[in-house]
Structure formats: C-alpha cells, structure tokens
C-alpha cells in the first residue's frame, strides 16, 4: 500500500534524523527544543488502558 501522507512523514522524519547525523540524543534535543513555548499537551494512555483492564475484570467476575 502507498500511502502519500505516511510516505512524506516517513521523508520529514529522514531528513530530521540526518540533520542531526542520526543522533539520538541530539534528536531529543531537537525535538523537546521545538515544543518549549508551545501549549502541548501530552497524551499518556497508559491510565485508559488500566480503566479498561479494570472494567474487563470486573465484568468476568
């Protein structure tokens, strides 16, 4: 399957990854430099996932 977007966010990610020679780190760096001044809000699923596991027990029970 060929997708467009994927295939264009699959370029972006190259070319972040090779201005920063393939430097994890430096990635990092990068990448929380670019959200400092930014409101984002960080999603974590990890509660959902626990609240679903928790109802799913609850119901075989």
């Not at 020679?21 to 001044?37: C, I, K, P, Q, S």
Request: proline share 0%; net charge neutral; with cysteine.
């Amino acid at each position: 399957m060929d997708d467009e977007i994927i295939r264009e966010l699959w370029q972006i990610k190259e070319s972040i990854a090779k201005e920063h020679d393939y430097n994890v780190e430096a990635l990092v760096t990068h990448l929380r430099a670019m959200r400092v001044g930014r409101d984002l809000k960080l999603v974590d699923l990890r509660s959902n996932k626990r609240a679903i596991k928790r109802d799913i027990q609850a119901d075989c029970q």
